[in-house]
């Protein structure tokens, strides 16, 4: 071999030789990086490459129940669950339920034949307590808490711990400061773990550096937010088990048990049961309400107002109260809410010989903000008609409190308090279908079987009364008087066990969710050694879990209370630098705050370039 290719030949091992130190030394410094920005988070990890994957579950029930597992507990899929979960609450808020009202389905039924059989197949009519509604929900709960558990014990293991060591080179992070100062490496580093104590870091001496840590809360932000999710989810199903809802339509002067019978209307959870009723009872001592008489609001609700006297148990003492809209009554899980205000005219009803065969107030329903009301009144039992025959009597009903007078339009009411009442009504008799034994519509007339009153003029009997005025039935069959006016009161009284639980699960939700959105988690080292001339060499550097420009700022004022406590040291005349070459300065430090001129590499994933 020649004399040049020998040469060749140990340039070229050199150069290798050279590569090979250098690619390890870059590995070297990759793992310091490494382990210095790990535990930020409690994350799973990404799958990097083939060398960090995970294995493939093996074909089997074992394989596949563990590759299911992974996958349902991931948080992309609980992420895709409730925005499943959403979704499928769209169809509960625009079709009508069967839980709400029956009738609206019903309706619907009738009026789509071809799209009805199939939304009832398809569970809409009962979207909550649906199948697929359910398996959603449920599969939700398990993806959260598998996700949450072993964030947690990570979380809580990161929180016994310490920050790791400083990195041997700061000048890689992305956020760097540096500068020389006549103080100790001992000194530097006390005044260092007092001041990042003082910002709140977590602080202790590693090495010849100081390690602090600040950002928990965010992770704990994190983790509150998916742990309310979970309390809402169970707070909801549980709502929604042992939930009961009805209402109740009360006259001035009438009371009301809470007991099954006393219900108007009344829908609960599959578990409710008779006995998880609050044991109470009110009577409705007088019922108001108030409007706005002047100006562009002419009409407007000012006041509705239940004076009302209630107890608690069997035995209880009465106490007064005042239910108001949004402000119910409270006794014990139940809330008793004041929903609608109207007006029940007193009707007194004789037949042909005089004798009252019925005499109440009616509730009619309003049908718009003024109050005009419609319903109808029904004689059931003791009527007898001018031939001895017993017959049973009905009348519709339309009533106005404030009505604009004869000859000045329809009978619409021009205001909802009672300045002008009158009512009108339209007499039939005959058979009303009560004896059937098929529900009806007590504020509406079955006329089946129903015959018309006639007047003078061969049409049916009508008449406009004011308080006080009779309407005299045809043939001596009898008369209607209208009395007065009683005003009601319609209760919603509800129990909704899990209502609490939500709005904490809510409320703290929206906290955890700000604290992992504003809270950056960070780490902050300072390193003081001896240089080579005897100065201490002071390095901070910084890392954060993510991209923020606060981490450089924050290092700054750190930089800053430490370069106060140990300052920049004067310039000092040293001795003549060695000839060895590992003696020498490999280059001059820069002032306290600037940036390692050296160009770094690429930092961990969400840190900030410097």
Known sequence: ???????????????????????????????????????????????????????????????????????????????????LLSLAAIPGSLI??????????????????????VYEKLGLFHVYSSVWFSAIYILLFISLIGCIVPRTWQFVEQLRGRPPRAPRRL????????????????????????????RRFRSHVAGDAVAAEKGYLREAGNLVFHIALIVMLVAFAWGQLFKSEGTKLILQGDGFANTMTQYDDFKSGNLF??????????????????????????????????HITYSVGADGKEKPATIKVNEPLVVGDSKVYMINFGYAPVITVRDGKGKVVFKDAVPLLPIDGNLTSSGAIKVLDGYRNAKG???????????????????????????????????????????????????QNIYQLNKTNLK?????????????????????????????????????????????PGSGWALAGAIAAILGLAASLFIQRRRVWVRAVKGADGVTVVEMAGLGRSESAQLPEELGDLA??????????PDQVTEAPSSDPSDADPAPEPDAGTTNPDPPVVPAEGAETS
């Not at 956020?175 to 001041?195: C, H, K, S």
């Open 452 to 496: 018309e009153f006639k007047d003078s003029k061969g049409q049916l009997l009508k008449k406009r009364l004011l308080p006080g005025e009779t309407m005299k039935l045809p043939d001596g069959a009898g008369s209607v008087t209208f009395d007065s006016v009683e005003p009601w009161s319609r209760f919603q009284i509800t129990q909704q």
């Open 1 to 83: 071999m020649s004399n040049t290719e020998t040469k060749a030949t140990a340039k070229a091992d050199t150069t290798a030789n050279t590569n090979s130190k250098a690619t390890a030394a870059s590995a070297d410094e990759e793992h310091d990086l490494g382990a210095a920005r790990s535990q930020l988070s409690t994350a799973p990890k990404e799958d990097a490459g083939k060398e960090d994957a995970p294995n493939l579950p093996s074909l089997g029930v074992i394989g596949w129940a563990r590759w299911f597992w992974r996958q349902l507990t991931s948080m992309r899929v609980a992420l895709l669950l409730l925005f």
């Open 389 to 439: 025959e017993k017959e049973q009597l009905g009348f519709n009903a339309f009533f106005v409190p404030t009505f604009a007078g004869a000859g000045k339009g329809d009978m619409l009411s021009q205001f909802p308090a009672l300045d002008f009442p009158v009512l009108a009504l339209s007499a039939y008799h005959g058979d009303l279908g009560v004896d059937s034994g098929i529900p």
């Open 171 to 198: 000048n890689r992070l992305p956020a760097y400061a540096t500068w020389r100062t006549g103080a100790e490496p001992e000194q530097v580093r006390e005044i260092a773990l007092t001041v990042l104590k003082g």
């Open 560 to 569: 800053g209370l430490v370069h106060d406590k140990a300052p920049t040291a």
């Open 96 to 117: 009508p339920q069967s839980g709400q009202d029956e009738t609206k389905v019903a309706d619907f039924m009738n009026r789509h034949e071809t799209l009805g059989p």
């Open 273 to 306: 049961t008779l006995d998880d009723l609050d044991s109470f009872s009110f009577n409705l001592k007088s019922a108001k309400a108030t409007y706005e008489r002047n100006g562009p609001n002419r009409g407007t609700p000012r006041t509705f107002e239940s």
